[in-house]
C-alpha cells in the first residue's frame, strides 16, 4: 500500500517514504508509528495503542515516545508546535489528520499528480546560513582563505545552541553562481542568510558581511571590519558578533563571547590547515599530499587539535580504501594523531568528532569513541559533518536506528551537499544491513554509490546487502569491483569493517563470501 498526502507518499510494502521524488530519511520506529497513524486516521490513537503496535507492548518511556513522534513529524516537515499533518489530543492521544489517498501496487490514482517539491519547513530556532565570501584579493589562489574564513565563521555560529545553522558544504552549492536570497532560504530552509567578501592585500584584511531576511530580502544589518592579517581572528569575531546582535539582539554579551575561539596563534599553521582541508579528497593522492599540509600545521603549532584530527582522518581514510602499506605502524600513527586530537580539543568539537571517530575506526575505541562523539554534538549540535560521523560510529557500535537518526539530522542540517548525502546514505546501508532490511540496504547503497566518493565500503556493502536480498548478479558484480581495487580484501575485510559485534561481522562476511569473495 502507498499513502500519499500533501507532496509526501509513504510506501508500506518498500519501507520508504519520499517527499517528491527524493527519498525522506526516516528511522524504522518513527516510520512503524506513522504508518500506523495513517492506517488508524479515522480515530484518535490512544498511546497505550502506540505502544502496542510499534513496541509490542513493551514498556516505554514518555520521553521515548516524544522522541518518535518528532522524529515523525520532523520527517514529513510537521513540527510539535504547527501540528499540521500529525495533531496531538489533549489527554487522549494523537491523530494524523492530513488529507490521504491511498494506491495499490505501483500505479498512482488517477487524480493524484506529483506536485513539486515544495520549500523545507523553517525550524522553531532562528535559521541562518552562511553563503560563500566573494574572493576580492587580486591573487585567486587566495580562494581558500575566503573558503576557510566562511568556515570558521559558520563555525562559530553554530556553537550557538539557539541557532539552527546550515553546514558550509550545502550552502557552498552556491559558490560563484548568482542567487535570489529569497530562493536560497526556501531551498536551504533558513530565516536568514548572511553574504560577504574578503579581501587580502599585503598585509592588510578586509571583511565585509551583510544579514538579509530571506522571506522578504530585507537587509538587517551590513558592516564591515579591516585591519592587519595578523588580526584576522578578531576581525572574524566582530563579524561573528554582530550576526548574533542582528539575529537576537537581547542576547547576552557573555554568550558571543563565547562563540569567540581562536584555531591558533600561528598564522602559517592555519594556512597550512586551511590548505590540507582544500586538498582532502579520497583519491589517494590528495590525501597523502592533504596529510603533509596537516603534519606541517603541527610542526608549526604543536597545540593546534583541528590538524591532529584531520590528520588522523587522512589514515582513516587510508584504511577505509585498503590504501595502508604498513598496517602496524600506520594504525599506530593514526590512533596517536586522534588520541593527541581528543586530549588538545577537549572544547574543540571538531577535533573531537573527528579525532574520536578515527580512534574508533583505527583502534576499535568505541566506547571512548562514542564519549567525544556525545561531547562534540553537545557542544555544537549544527554540526553537520559530527552527525554523519556519529551514523558510523553507531554502525560499528551495532547501533542501527541511531545511525538512521543521526544520519538523518545531518542531512538536515545539511541539505544540498552532494558529499554529506553519499555518505549518509552510506551509513543508512549499513544501518538497514544490520537490522536485516536487506533491500532498503540495496537502495541507500545504489544512491551512495552513484556519489564521487565511491570508497570501498561502499562497493562491499552493495554486495552483501544483494546477495542476502537475493539479487546474486549484481553482488557478484560488486564483488570483482572491490576485489579490483583491493586483491587481498579477505585478508583485510575486518580491518575495513571494524563491526564491534562479532555477529556483525559474521553476517556481513557470508554475505561478500556468498557473493563470490574468496576465502
Not at 591573487?139 to 556553537?159: C, H, K, W
Not at 548568482?178 to 548572511?194: N, T
Amino acid at each position: 500500500m502507498r499513502y500519499l498526502f500533501e507532496d509526501y507518499t509513504l510506501d508500506t510494502e518498500k519501507r520508504e517514504l519520499h517527499r517528491g521524488a527524493d527519498a525522506v530519511s526516516i528511522t524504522p520506529q518513527a516510520f512503524d508509528l506513522l504508518d500506523y497513524l495513517i492506517r488508524n486516521r479515522e480515530r484518535v490513537v490512544s498511546k497505550d495503542d502506540l505502544i502496542i503496535a510499534v513496541w509490542n507492548g513493551r514498556i516505554v518511556s514518555d520521553a521515548a515516545l516524544t522522541t518518535r513522534l518528532n522524529a515523525a513529524r520532523n520527517a514529513i516537515g510537521d513540527s510539535g508546535e504547527e501540528q499540521r499533518l500529525l495533531k496531538t489530543m489533549a489527554r487522549k492521544g494523537f491523530r494524523f489528520v492530513g488529507q490521504v489517498q491511498e494506491a495499490r501496487g505501483g500505479a498512482a490514482p488517477d487524480n493524484w499528480a506529483e506536485p513539486p517539491k515544495g520549500p523545507l519547513t523553517l525550524p522553531t530556532r532562528p535559521s541562518v546560513a552562511v553563503l560563500p565570501f566573494a574572493n576580492l584579493s587580486l591573487d585567486p589562489e587566495q580562494e581558500y582563505f575566503a573558503d576557510g574564513i566562511v568556515e570558521d565563521i559558520t563555525m562559530a555560529l553554530s556553537r550557538f545552541h539557539w541557532l539552527f545553522v546550515i553546514a558550509r558544504n550545502s550552502s557552498f552549492t552556491y559558490k560563484g553562481r548568482s542567487v535570489d536570497v529569497r530562493q536560497v532560504g526556501r531551498e536551504l530552509g533558513v530565516r536568514y542568510i548572511l553574504e560577504g567578501s574578503v579581501r587580502k592585500a599585503g598585509n592588510r584584511l578586509r571583511i565585509a558581511g551583510q544579514l538579509i531576511d530571506a522571506e522578504t530580502g530585507a537587509h538587517l544589518w551590513a558592516d564591515r571590519f579591516e585591519g592587519p592579517i595578523e588580526d584576522m581572528f578578531d576581525l572574524q569575531d566582530n563579524l561573528t558578533s554582530s550576526v548574533v546582535g542582528a539575529i537576537a539582539p537581547k542576547l547576552q554579551h557573555e554568550e558571543i563571547r563565547r562563540a569567540r575561539r581562536k584555531p591558533t596563534e600561528s598564522l602559517d599553521a592555519y594556512d597550512h590547515y586551511l590548505r590540507g582541508l582544500a586538498k582532502a579528497r579520497w583519491a589517494n593522492n590528495a590525501n597523502s599530499e592533504a596529510l603533509q599540509l596537516f603534519c606541517r600545521a603541527i610542526e608549526l603549532d604543536p597545540r593546534l587539535a583541528c590538524a591532529y584530527g584531520m590528520a588522523a582522518w587522512c589514515y582513516v581514510r587510508r584504511k577505509a580504501n585498503g590504501w595502508i602499506n604498513d598496517p602496524v605502524s600506520e594504525s599506530a600513527e593514526g590512533t596517536r594523531l586522534a588520541r593527541k586530537a581528543v586530549e588538545l580539543g577537549t572544547d574543540d568539537p571538531f577535533a573531537l568528532s573527528v579525532g574520536g571517530y578515527a580512534l574508533a575506526f583505527i583502534a576499535h575505541e568505541f566506547d571512548d569513541a562514542a564519549a567525544f562523539m556525545d561531547r562534540a554534538l553537545a557542544g555544537n549540535p549544527n554540526f553537520a559533518q559530527a552527525w554523519a560521523t556519529s551514523a558510523w560510529l553507531r554502525v560499528w557500535r551495532g547501533e542501527p536506528d541511531l545511525a538512521l537518526e543521526h544520519s538523518a539530522q545531518a542531512m538536515r542540517l545539511s541539505p544540498l551537499d552532494p558529499s554529506m548525502y553519499y555518505e549518509t546514505q552510506g551509513a543508512m546501508a549499513y544501518a538497514h544491513f544490520l537490522a536485516g532490511r536487506y533491500d532498503a540496504a540495496v537502495s541507500c547503497a545504489e544512491s551512495a554509490l552513484r556519489g564521487p566518493t565511491n570508497f570501498l565500503l561502499l562497493t562491499c556493502i552493495s554486495a552483501a546487502s544483494n546477495t542476502l536480498a537475493g539479487r546474486q548478479e549484481p553482488a557478484e558484480r560488486a564483488v570483482l569491483q572491490a576485489l579490483e581495487r583491493n586483491p587481498d580484501l579477505h585478508a583485510n575485510l575486518r580491518n575495513l569493517a571494524p563491526f564491534r559485534r562479532e555477529e556483525d561481522f559474521a553476517t556481513f562476511a557470508k554475505g561478500l563470501r556468498d557473493a563470490g569473495l574468496p576465502d
